[in-house]
């Protein structure tokens, strides 16, 4: 079993080779004739229900996700709570997460066959800014929990530490963070043709180790 790379990174499908190779190499360690058509069968079965998901469940959590985040987003940052620092975590949040859910929009059409991807530009900018997305998600839910846990610890600091001044210095040194340390993957992607003829986004063959 390998994993697709796709702009996101590993694609949220495993693809699985089915070829006669894998089949053959059972045989060769032994495996009785039997079990080797009931698992090849399982497993096709097993294929077929995670390309059925992939079609029609991932589109439907990226529009709840959307929606959800979105509103999010407006309740935190442009409401009555907005006053709060946790509510800039927050509200920040659900905005890396709105961006990441809209780029994954893009990997599902193109799976879809509306390519996409496949266009210089478009490969190297979607794969960068899902990793910069994902990864600034998960910073921002760390420095979250750490400033709840300085405001139980420390409730008399927090009145002048935990301040949405200090939050926005955070959130804007995470968001920085995040576009820096992904900016490596303009560089190692690019369009690959295939030897079909097929053009597909994948990290650049001279980078292959």
């Given at each position: 079993m390998v994993l697709v790379v796709t702009p996101s990174g590993p694609d949220l499908v495993p693809a699985f080779n089915t070829s006669g190779g894998d089949v053959a190499q059972r045989h060769d360690e032994g495996w009785p004739d039997e079990l080797e058509e009931e698992f090849s069968e399982d497993f096709q079965r097993a294929v077929t229900v995670l390309g059925y998901l992939y079609t029609f469940f991932i589109p439907l959590l990226?529009?709840?996700?959307?929606?959800?985040?979105g509103l999010s987003f407006v309740t935190f940052l442009f409401t009555r709570l907005k006053v709060r620092a946790s509510s800039f975590y927050l509200g920040t949040l659900a905005l890396s997460d709105f961006g990441y859910l809209f780029l994954m929009a893009f990997v599902w059409l193109d799976k879809q066959g509306v390519k996409m991807l496949n266009k210089r530009g478009?490969?190297?900018?979607?794969?960068?800014?899902?990793?910069?997305?994902?990864?600034?998600?998960?910073?921002?839910?760390?420095?979250?929990?750490?400033?709840?846990?300085?405001?139980?610890?420390?409730?008399?600091?927090?009145?002048?530490?935990?301040?949405?001044?200090?939050?926005?210095?955070?959130?804007?040194?995470?968001?920085?963070?995040?576009?820096?340390?992904?900016?490596?993957?303009?560089?190692?992607?690019?369009?690959?043709?295939?030897?079909?003829?097929?053009?597909?986004?994948?990290?650049?063959?001279?980078?292959?180790?």
């Open positions: 990226i529009v709840l996700g959307l929606v959800g985040n478009m490969c190297q900018g979607i794969l960068y800014l899902s990793s910069a997305f994902s990864f600034w998600s998960v910073w921002l839910t760390v420095t979250f929990t750490a400033e709840r846990c300085f405001a139980v610890q420390c409730p008399l600091w927090r009145l002048q530490l935990g301040t949405r001044c200090r939050a926005r210095v955070t959130v804007g040194a995470t968001a920085a963070a995040s576009l820096l340390l992904n900016a490596y993957l303009l560089l190692l992607t690019d369009v690959i043709v295939e030897e079909d003829g097929a053009s597909a986004c994948h990290h650049r063959p001279e980078f292959e180790q």
